[in-house]
């Protein structure tokens, strides 16, 4: 009955979090739906002619992903903050980082990999060519992990405010920029029928470098505020 | 402070100082906790108890003066019960986020029984009232290796009952040479000797 090791507890973690999500799919389907609406309103606005979306799908399909990404970010350690499980988190004497490593990597797995294997949808409804929606999905799965890891530093450090929505939007928006400009590069690269490979591999690097950083800052940002 | 416990303290607190809000809490409080020692701080509403248990047990780590030295990984049990109302209580305890340890279920099923919890195992708790919320955090007693407790109110919404159990559990954890640091307004009824740490009047006995 010794305690957990590290990876055994991350594990554990990780099965908690997928196994709380299950238990709520419509926190799941939230952002899902708020992704369709927000994509079938760009036509409304635009005018619905296809070569005119054709131009503009890379962008908005981009700016949606992380708008519903940054919708969601907010609550990953919310609850656990409301039922006092975060301080028993913090206090646990397995590393604080791996921990919320686990608990970015839930929240990627119920949010980003689910909006990028969706993307293809939206991506024919808005005219997209065919040929660069496997770019677009790829580029999607690594972008999103990148906003999750970086929403979940954003929310770390709001989780102790009442109302941390509106700072944590101030907070991580800036940050979110690099990969909203390379992400969108490789659709439209893909699009035009250039190698869209660079942009991947500078999505790459940034989400290497993101799990490296995020979860030291994570850690730190949770320690703040169950001490605040 | 007890002369007759032996060896190193499983937590120390050296010269500890609290300012709130302009006020002065508790200033230059010292005391070390051993092994078979039962400490029961006591204070009003306000008084810093709860300030003084998460400084103790490491939550608090700034914005106080003094140290904390801990020998052994406390287990705090703290205001809010750390229980998921998607969860059923075994599967908070089997998953539970302070990593203490691995579980079986029968270890559960014996915890949770000791608790009255028993035939609650697999329902999901956000049909548990908030007593038995509390209830399910306190199976972690019964589950738990750690020497040392740290319980802030650990009594909150506990029937009469509950309470009796729970304060004979306290003493037998002590018996058996473990520790309790515990904040409650109520006098404990245990067999064994109690420390009062008041934070009006410093440390008595």
Known sequence: MSAPHTGQFCALLLRRQLLLAMRRPIEMGNPLLFFTMVIVLFPLGLGPAPDKLAIFAPGVLWITALLSNLLTSDAVFRSDFDDGSLEQLVLAPQPLFLSALAYILAHWLTTGLLLALVSPIFALMLNLPVSALGTLIVSLLLGTAVLSLLGGIGAALTVGLKRGGVLISLLILPLYLPVLIFGTAAVQAAVTGTPSGPYLAILGAMLSLAIALAPLAIAAGLRISIDA | ?205
């Not at chain 2, 691995?102 to 908030?130: F, M």
């Open chain 2, 1 to 205: 402070m007890s002369s007759s416990a032996a060896g190193a303290p499983l937590l120390a607190a050296q010269s500890l100082s609290l300012v709130r809000g302009g006020r002065e809490l508790f200033c230059e409080l010292s005391v070390e906790v051993h092994g078979g020692q039962l400490w029961q701080i006591e204070g009003s509403n306000g008084a810093g108890k709860t300030s003084l248990m998460r400084i103790l047990c490491g939550l608090s780590r700034y914005g106080f003066e003094g140290e904390v030295l801990r020998s052994v990984t406390p287990l705090y049990l703290g205001h809010q019960p750390a229980v998921k109302a998607l969860l059923s209580p075994r599967e908070n305890l089997q998953w539970h986020v302070s990593g203490e340890g691995l579980y079986s279920n029968e270890q559960i099923d014996t915890a949770l029984a000791r608790v009255g919890l028993c035939g609650y195992e697999d329902v999901p708790s956000h049909t548990l009232s908030a007593g038995q919320h509390r209830r399910v955090n306190l199976a972690r007693l019964f589950l738990s290796e750690a020497r040392l407790w740290l319980l802030d109110e650990p009594f909150t919404a506990i029937d009469k009952q509950g309470v009796d159990e729970t304060q004979a559990l306290l003493a037998s954890h002590v018996d058996g040479g473990g520790a309790v640091v515990m904040t409650s307004h109520q006098p404990l009824q245990v067999t064994c000797n109690v420390h009062t740490l008041n934070l009006v009047h410093g440390v008595v006995s």
